[in-house]
């Protein structure tokens, strides 16, 4: 099993950035394919990123398309997601997720392992 924690989130004002970062232990995310996903107040979770495990290949959700980038670093067993241009809609509990699985999906319901989640608050 692999143990996921997020770690990065906050307050900042729209336009601005914010790195969010998810440590695994347990296991190599080498193992995984990797997916935020992010949860608004009265809203279902929904995916915003994702990157496959060998090729790195990668997918975001139209909204985010050009402002965040998934990427992975193997030696530090940790996946990032950079928010840049961050609007008041980005507003969100964020999750970190794995699937044993080379490829990624854009499902939550394929991911077998989350993290406990962290804020990120978009103020005006």
């Known amino acids: 099993q692999v143990q996921l924690v997020e770690s990065g989130g906050g307050l900042v004002q729209a336009g601005g950035s914010l790195r969010l970062s998810c440590a695994a232990s347990g296991r190599s995310i080498s193992s995984y394919a990797m997916g935020w996903f992010r949860q608004a107040p009265g809203k279902e979770r929904e995916f915003v990123a994702a990157?496959?495990?060998?090729?790195?290949?990668?997918d975001y959700v139209d909204s985010v398309k050009g402002r965040f980038t998934i990427s992975n670093d193997n030696a530090k067993n940790t996946v990032y997601l950079q928010m840049n241009s961050l609007k008041p809609e980005d507003t969100a509990v964020y999750y970190c997720?794995?699937?044993?699985?080379?490829?990624?999906?854009?499902?939550?319901?394929?991911?077998?392992?989350w993290g406990q989640g962290t804020q990120v608050t978009v103020s005006t």
């Open positions: 990157i496959s495990r060998s090729r790195g290949n990668t």
């Open positions: 997720a794995a699937r044993y699985s080379s490829a990624y999906a854009t499902d939550r319901r394929n991911y077998e392992y």
